[in-house]
C-alpha cells in the first residue's frame, strides 16, 4: 500500500508561486553574463574595505530600476541599508552615469538636465529603501520581506548592504556563534522568506567573515549558501591617493589608478575581470 502525503497551500503561495516577476537579464553581462542573474539565485559580494562591494550592488539597483528608454531594465528593487553610507548619493551618480553611457551608444539621443531629473525620479519609484540600525530591525526586515515581495509582484531583487553589519555590536552582548554560523543563520532566515517568490538576493559581505568550509554554494546537502560568489580585491596600490583610504560607498577620486579584480565563481565555473573605482563606478578594463 502505498503512501501519499498532501501538503496544503495557501492562496497567498499559490499566487507567489504562479507569478512571473521580470526578469533580470543584462543586468551585467559580463560578471552575471546574458541572461543575467535567475530567480533564486544568492549572489555574494565580498571583499576588504574600499574595493567596492557595495558601489557595485548599487550599480546593479540603478541598472535595474532605470526605466529601457535611458539603458535600464526597469523592474523594482528593496535595498536594505545596513551601512549608511549615503547609498542614494551614490545611487544618483551611478544613474547619470548609465544614462550616459547608454546615450552615447544610441545615435540622435542627447541628455539634457530636465530629461536626467526627470528620468531619476521616475527610476527611484522602483527602489523601496529599508534602513535597518540594529540586528532587531535587520530580523524584522527579514522575516518581513515574504508580505512585501506578495504586495510587489514587479520587484525582482532584493539586496542587503551588508548582511553581517552588526555582527559585532550583537557579539558584545554574548552569546554568539562563530561568524560562519552566525552569517548562516541570517541566510536562513532570508532564503525561508524568499522561497516562495521568485526574486534574486544579492547581499554583501567583509572577506573576514570567513566561511568554515571551502565552498559556500548550495549543494544537495546545503541548502543554505550562495549560487555565485563574487570577491572583490585591490590588485596594485599605485598612486593610490587619499581616495583609495575611503570607506563605505563613498567614489573615489577619477584620478585614482588602483586597480581591482573581481573574481566569480559559480556552479559553472571561474572567471575573472579588473576594473578601476572613480566617479562612475566600477569601470572595467
Not at 48 to 66: D, F, H, M, N
Not at 101 to 127: Q, Y
Not at 141 to 160: E, F, N, R, T
Not at 219 to 225: L, P, Q, R, Y
Request: proline content about 5%; some cysteine.
Amino acid at each position: 500500500m502505498m503512501d501519499y502525503q498532501i501538503k496544503a497551500e495557501s492562496g497567498r503561495q499559490l499566487l507567489a508561486r504562479l507569478s512571473t516577476r521580470p526578469g533580470l537579464g543584462g543586468l551585467d553581462e559580463r560578471l552575471l553574463g546574458p541572461a543575467g542573474p535567475l530567480p533564486h539565485d544568492v549572489i555574494e559580494i565580498t571583499g576588504e574595505p574600499s574595493v567596492g562591494k557595495s558601489v557595485l550592488a548599487l550599480q546593479w539597483v540603478a541598472r535595474a530600476i532605470l526605466s529601457p528608454p535611458r539603458g535600464g531594465l526597469g523592474v523594482e528593487v528593496l535595498l536594505i541599508d545596513a551601512d549608511h553610507h549615503q547609498p542614494l548619493f551614490v545611487l544618483v551618480r551611478l544613474l547619470q552615469s548609465c544614462m550616459k553611457a547608454f546615450m552615447s551608444k544610441t545615435p540622435g539621443l542627447r541628455l539634457n538636465s530636465s530629461l536626467v531629473e526627470t528620468s531619476i525620479k521616475d527610476a527611484l519609484k522602483r527602489l523601496t529603501i529599508v534602513s535597518v540600525y540594529d540586528s532587531t530591525n535587520l530580523y524584522t526586515a527579514l522575516l518581513g520581506l515574504d508580505m512585501m515581495l506578495l504586495s510587489k509582484p514587479q520587484m525582482s531583487m532584493v539586496v542587503i548592504d551588508s548582511l553581517p553589519a552588526f555582527y559585532w555590536s550583537d557579539r558584545l552582548s554574548g552569546g554568539l556563534p562563530h561568524m560562519d554560523s552566525y552569517l548562516k543563520r541570517l541566510l536562513t532566515v532570508l532564503q525561508n522568506s524568499t522561497k516562495q517568490h521568485k526574486v534574486t538576493v544579492v547581499f554583501t559581505r567583509p572577506s573576514h567573515f570567513q566561511s568554515a568550509v571551502p565552498s559556500r554554494f548550495r549543494s544537495k546537502d546545503d541548502t543554505v549558501g550562495s549560487t555565485r560568489l563574487i570577491t572583490l580585491s585591490r590588485v596594485d596600490d599605485a598612486n593610490t591617493g587619499e581616495s583609495s583610504k575611503g570607506s563605505g560607498t563613498s567614489l573615489p577620486r577619477q584620478n585614482c589608478q588602483s586597480t581591482f579584480c573581481a573574481v566569480i565563481r559559480s556552479a559553472y565555473g571561474q572567471s575573472s575581470h579588473k576594473y578601476l573605482i572613480n566617479k562612475d563606478g566600477l569601470t572595467w578594463l
